[in-house]
């Protein structure tokens, strides 16, 4: 009687969804459907081959896969087991991915065969244990063990952990429970509303929370995901026009791409929701969604919150233009400054709570500790909140550069040029582009009597961070601009450069 | 960190809902209505002077009130302060409602004018402590006394003490905690979905688990309730056709009636759901809702569940007619027979768990280890399900009688008709009747030389039960049946009257 008292147990959302709703289409994936009765199976089957590679409760499992049904089969098949998510991007170079893996400790790594050669590279890049990995081919071939993995779940038990960078460090790997999804899930619902023939559109990564979300969702409301390969404008834009998505989950450079690609088209009634998330949206994108009769929500939200955690409501979706919204049931936020709790209309740092809040950084306790305050996440993003309560999100956390919808910590690029033998210290910023949104530009200064070749230093970044993450040019100075503590001042970069400034990116 | 995984925490949700969507209309009762907004402000007056009566988190606070907008105040001021709501059935003798009042240790009972007698007429019948007694009007003359009442709740915390009978003894307070109707309010929106312009009629007692739901749901949900002052069949049709009610829980007399009523119209469209609980329904009425295209769909669930905990999914409404339906997500269900787990197709007791499912009895350690084991409830109520794992309820628990949605426990009956001096054993079950579905028969011992007369123990009944246990004849008989272990055979009971039997209420 008292097991609902630590840690609400229950089954497996997969066994139950799929008795629930067998002939529901669980997944669409270019022309390939499939119910949840037959995903289930699939699941079943890749769970049991999983398992005969040793794979069990609490075992980290990464995978290396782009989107695809494949991709999908697999996360549900991971977490049958009990076993542990680890979500690999794959545009992160092989030393990056490495890292993830020794840090994880993942037992087993499951790679498409696409990148079976970025997965062979992540492996030979490790210093310590490198996990077993097979392509996904490969793991169709294993034999099944019979098992019946993890019947029931309780929401503490750990479900995923993913990678985020930060101001400092290493990227940490964020925990999130069973709990923090299903939290995060009905708060969605209970905010958008729910209907049984909704249809969510992840052109976004599986492997980011954006779109490991919508699979979550798709087994807790029974909703069907619409899961495309990669992103494509016109292939996004055909889906709400033609397949009945009702939801698509997007950032503003992907939203921008679909809105030139419609031209003079609109959506169908059908689609109700347009979720934009990805860091503070451009005004002039906002105005034109709404001239056009776009529904568009703008949400806030990462992957210590697993996703959304501020969004806008049907009601004030157009009144509240600019603003993510208010916190989704049950979660509460605050903005804090100077060690106390702002008033509306006053700037400061983001502070949020609520049971979809993620307990902590894997194996980081000081990183937790730093982050989780009294049980307070502390985001580091600033913003403010109006009269009424909504937030408006002024910037992303400690010169975080959003590129396309993915996260560039400066710390992290300018860890890699200072460990170039040349260089002395290093700036990184983002610099406004019209097609990503903004890309990441550096600026080092030498070791006394050296010179750097911006060509040689771009070569050392490209073998050690993902592409996006490269700066898009390397400038020499002479002196990085610092405060009086000596914290360097990213924000005065741009004035580096002669005539230059936020808003080009050169040449 | 861990303030999650014990008992999550919270804010109120009152507080919560009115901050997100406070224009939206919470509650519609005949001409007036509240947004969630104004219905916060004036919980919050109602709250405050309760508080001046010295309520404070977990006291227990009875309310003997019909269907309101005062009613949906109090409800709400009540839990605002922590406080434990004692709903008390109007319908209840005196003496009934005074054992309520004392096994609850209710600090204050607020009445409305129109029971006020009988609200007084309890007072008289406690034998220990009885509450302060305050009219509706009357507390609203009480001074308000400042408090921020309880800002924070955990899903552990007591929310509602609501009293059902049983096989034997006296009736027992279902402890329902917050979670129990978070849960319950969520996966009922994960089975019908969840529509923002959502509006739930509440035709049946806001003092039942089945109208509270509803008031839960609108919270969680944002949702509006639409709450009738009683059941009355052309005013609930008029809701839906005229005031866009899309979704009604009704039990199968309330259905009949609204059918009868509705002659040759038909409900919209926009109508989208007839929940029908309150017993097995008859198959009669099923195919008459199917004929006319009433979107009816059968729910089984009691107070120990918060209510519905198997209802049927809206793909499954007709195919599966005559079916409760699965276990909600993410409740479980289970047949139990000769202490095993029957398999599909076999009849035996219906037993089920789920974070819905209540932590036990109020203050009956004993009743609560026999009714809920290794976290399972046993329902008493008697079952099978299908292939595909449908449920079909063919008998509710302990020879229960359902009387126009009232429960009546034949045992409770027998019990007062045994205290009479005259009586020696009594029987007591459910005869069929076109207007209740059942009513209530008794069959009554004698003892030795002695005789009774059927006014005189209707007298008796009427003074010590609410009127719909009363029965409805009672025939004085030389045997009871009885089995080898002298058990009594409710079921043969009919065969007593000559020529009688199911079917016939006589005379």
Known sequence: MSQWQNGTEM???????????????????????????????EVRKTARRLSGLGVGRGDRVAFLMPNGLHTVTLIHAISWLGAVLVPLNTRLAPREIAWQLEDSGAKVMIVNEAHRSLGEAARKACVEGAPKALS???????????????????????????YTSGTTGRPKGVMLTWGNHWWSATASALNLGLDPADKWLAAVPLFHMSGLSILMRSLICGMTAVVHPAFDPARANRAIAEDGVTIASVVGTMLTRMLDELGEEHYPESFRCMLLGGGPAPRPLLERCKRKGVPVFQTYGMTETASQIVTLSPEDSLRKLGSAGKPLFPSELKIVGDNRELAPGEAGEIVVRGPNVTRGYW?????????????????????????????????????????????????????????????????????SDKDWGQVPVAFVKPKEGQSVAENELLRHCRERLARYKV????????????????????????????GGGQGETGP
Chains 1, 2 share one sequence.
Not at 12 to 33: F, H, M, N, S, Y
Not at 145 to 160: A, V
Request: glycine share 8%.
């Open 11 to 41: 089954p497996r959302w997969l066994d139950k969804r799929a008795g629930l709703t067998p002939e529901r289409t669980a997944v669409i994936c270019g022309e390939e459907k499939r119910t949840f009765r037959r995903l289930a199976e």
């Open 136 to 162: 996904w081919d490969e793991l169709g071939d294993q034999p099944e063990q019979e098992t019946e993995g993890c019947s029931r779940i309780s929401l503490d038990d750990l479900h995923t952990l993913m």
């Open 363 to 431: 194996k980081r306790e000081d990183a937790t500790r730093d982050a989780i305050r009294d049980g307070w996440l502390y985001t580091g993003d600033l913003g403010y909140v109006d009269e009424e309560g909504f937030l408006y999100v002024l910037d992303r956390r400690h010169d975080l550069i959003i590129s396309g919808g993915e996260n560039v910590y400066p710390a992290e690029v300018e860890a890699v040029l200072i460990s170039h033998p040349a260089v002395e210290e290093a700036g990184v910023t983002g610099f």
């Open 471 to 498: 700066p898009v040019r390397i400038h020499e100075v002479e002196e990085l601009p610092k405060n009086a503590s000596n914290k360097l001042l990213r924000r005065r970069l741009p004035e580096l450069i002669p």
